[in-house]
């Protein structure tokens, strides 16, 4: 064994080859496992004669490591042989900086035909179900928290998609807290649930681990089949002549916790990642106080619109006169070509069915004057459809195995991946021609552009490496800003922080595998410096878990609002805390067996009980909701806004500077302010009586 330490932190390493077989918190002598199984960890390398891609495992490769170290350093160096030739060289680092470890790759030397993809290691940092006390979570479907006692066997690569915010995980016991991080673009985090079979009883453990690429490994599983194509004669489709070779630097880091008085857990990884986000990553002021919702022309029966622009625009007035005028950012989506996702990335051809370009530009100017509402369009930028005149399969991005990347079919549309950086010059063209034609201001959203970044193009006139393809992507994000237009999305995605206004949807409802439990990771981290949209209303039970996952009313009409009563529960019962708690950071959660609780600094807090079921919204030591009824301040200067989702009398404490006495009050109503209704200041609480999903405004 080889040890290296810092008087606060202890890593004991297996001297053979790459492998961290304990951590230490030196002051208490708490142990945190690294991998129990003594085993080499798993390369992979590629012969370039063979189009070939080989493991460690194959009975030809010989690896030989060789170890220096100092007090605070180890290096592995690795030799590699395929058949009695050398084939490739390479160091594994492992370097105490302060309180992180930090785990590198480098030095990489290829031989021959040979070239080096992948090394992996995905027993890093481990907890077993034999210590009682110790946990682990990671932020897949923006947060899993995974107990080694109840969870059962499996393994999961994960990369930078749609659910997971961060490639990331912790594991700790009461007062020894680890932070795995995989912060590069090509890389995975890797979740391990195991059996360690070599003592008696059970020893089930949870290890998070990672891949560290080189070069870009075929990791996309068995391939999608393409079942509709443009015209035209198909390519000849080849492996490509070398494996891509990925962005530098090839890092994973571990940082310590040590705990004081008070047990750790999973949020104070949470606020230890928080503090590392930039001091400029702050909610875009665009979208304060805002609605930010779609209505979707999809095609109905015989590929006709479900809606036309005047219809989309009646919505609009109705979400308007609802809410006394709360302001809206509405996204028009699957208006253009055949309807769906026709024509991408164009745009310029708007279906018969739904209108004409200028009823559009009217709606936009007529919608922001009489109805506080930007009306944009939801476009997609990084793929061709099928039916695209655009499309050229020169500009159709390649995956590790050289065939082309298929993004499936939705509606009766093939897509494929654009090779986003080798045609950005035509898509600054595209977004500017857009821009002008719609007459857009303000803000626009991009379907999914924010949905992945494990991406990138193998193609042999223009090969991009994810880190590549990210940076062009956000390049254009760039663009539109040049053009007056913040960009939305779909996705929460750590490296879109800075760039991405607002999220469409927070994708955290996968099913839970056994021994998971569903937490609040992904909001805890970036709540205050992005905001998204999470909340329904379809049941009491939806209502609750969007009031904690602190996002807003997620609305798409008419595809997923159907019900007008759903929208005006989500629209009182979830959005004014969204909107009232949207550019603060979380400083506490707490979930015990009856509720869960958010903190969001002294005196401001949302606690849900989850089996009552009932709920209380705080900000500023003021009660703004409790129970399914709700008094929060409108949209006008001096009005507050009433609401309960059951016939009851509203008795709340006044706003502050109220008298006693009779006070204004109008219900609202989708077509506007309806009957008047007495109310009153009464021993500094304000009475009135509410009717089921029947707003009021009340002012003095």
Not at 7 to 24: A, K, M, N, S
Not at 140 to 155: A, E, F, S, T, V
Not at 500 to 523: K, M, S
Request: aromatic share 10%; net charge neutral; hydrophobic share 40%.
């Amino acid at each position: 064994m080889h040890t290296i330490g810092n008087g606060r932190v202890r890593v004991t390493l297996d001297e053979r080859w790459p492998r961290v077989i304990r951590f230490q918190n030196v002051k208490s002598g708490t142990r945190l496992l690294g991998d129990k199984l003594a085993a080499s960890p798993r390369l992979a390398i590629y012969r370039l004669s063979e189009h070939e891609g080989i493991t460690s495992d194959h009975e030809e490769i010989e690896v030989a490591y060789t170890l220096s170290g100092t007090a605070e350093q180890a290096a592995y160096r690795a030799r590699v042989s395929f058949a009695g030739r050398q084939a490739v060289e390479f160091d594994v680092v492992f370097r105490l900086d302060g309180d992180d470890l930090v785990l590198s790759l480098d030095h990489v030397e290829e031989h021959g035909d040979f070239r080096f993809l992948s090394l992996r290691l995905p027993h890093i940092l481990s907890v077993s179900s034999l210590d009682d006390d110790a946990l682990a979570a990671t932020c897949h479907w923006q947060g899993r928290l995974l107990d080694p006692k109840l969870c059962r066997p499996g393994m999961v690569d994960y990369n930078w998609v749609g659910f997971t915010a961060r490639p990331m995980g912790t594991a700790w016991r009461p007062d020894f807290l680890a932070i795995l991080d995989v912060p590069g673009y090509e890389d995975l985090l890797i979740v391990d649930v195991w059996d360690y079979t070599q003592t008696d009883g059970g020893d089930r453990h949870v290890s998070l681990g990672a891949e560290l690429m080189y070069r870009q490994r075929s990791v996309e599983g068995p391939r999608k089949p393409l079942t509709l194509f443009p015209p035209g004669p198909l390519p000849q489709w080849a492996p490509p002549a070398e494996p891509l070779l990925c962005g530098k630097p090839k890092t994973a880091r571990i940082h310590f916790l040590l705990g004081g008085r008070k047990p750790l857990g999973w949020t104070d990884a949470a606020k230890w990642l928080q503090k590392t986000l930039a001091a400029r990553n702050h909610c875009t002021p665009l979208y304060d106080n805002t609605l930010v919702y779609k209505i979707a022309f999809h095609p109905a029966a015989g590929n006709r619109p479900v809606l036309s622009f005047e219809q989309g625009q009646d919505i609009v007035r109705r979400i308007h006169d609802i809410t006394d005028g709360m302001k809206q950012v509405c996204y028009f989506a699957a208006f253009q070509g055949n309807l769906g996702d026709s024509q991408w990335p164009l745009m310029s051809k708007v279906h018969p069915g739904v209108g004409k370009i200028e009823t559009f530009r009217r709606i936009v100017k007529e919608s922001r004057k009489a109805h506080n509402a930007i009306i944009s369009v939801h476009g997609n930028v990084d793929v061709f459809s099928d039916d695209s005149p655009e499309f050229d399969w020169k500009y159709v991005a390649r995956d590790a195995r050289g065939l082309p990347q298929g993004q499936g079919v939705w509606g009766t549309r093939q897509l494929y991946g654009i090779a986003f950086h080798a045609y950005f010059d035509r898509l600054k063209k595209i977004i500017a021609e857009n821009q002008a034609r719609f007459g857009l201001r303000d803000t626009i959203h991009l379907d999914t552009y924010s949905g992945s970044m494990y991406t990138y193009d193998t193609h042999p006139d223009h090969p991009a490496n994810t880190t590549e393809f990210l940076a062009a992507k956000i390049e254009l994000v760039k663009e539109f800003r040049r053009l007056g237009l913040d960009v939305t999305s779909e996705c929460l995605l750590d490296p879109y922080v800075p760039w991405i206004g607002h999220v469409w949807a927070l994708f955290n409802t996968a099913t839970n595998w056994q021994g998971e439990e569903a937490i609040p990771f992904a909001n805890y981290i970036y709540h205050g410096a992005i905001s998204w949209n999470s909340g329904r209303a379809d049941s009491d039970a939806s209502i609750l878990s969007s009031l904690i996952q602190g996002g807003g009313s997620a609305m798409e009409f008419p595809v997923y609002s159907k019900d007008w009563t759903e929208v005006v529960n989500s629209l009182y019962l979830v959005h004014p805390a969204y909107m009232l708690l949207r550019n603060r950071r979380w400083s506490g959660y707490r979930k015990d067996a009856t509720g869960r609780r958010v903190d969001y600094g002294t005196g401001s807090f949302i606690e849900v009980d989850d089996k009552k079921p009932g709920y209380r919204v705080v900000v500023d030591g003021r009660l703004i909701a409790k129970d399914f009824q709700t008094l929060f301040p409108g949209p006008r200067r001096g009005t507050w806004l009433a609401f309960s989702r059951h016939d009851a009398e509203l008795d709340w404490p006044a706003p502050a500077g109220w008298k006693d006495g009779e006070v204004s009050a109008v219900t609202l109503t989708d077509a506007g302010p309806g009957s008047r209704i007495t109310a009153r200041v009464k021993r500094g609480r304000l009475i009135a009586p509410l009717l089921a999903q029947q707003p009021l405004r009340i002012e003095r």
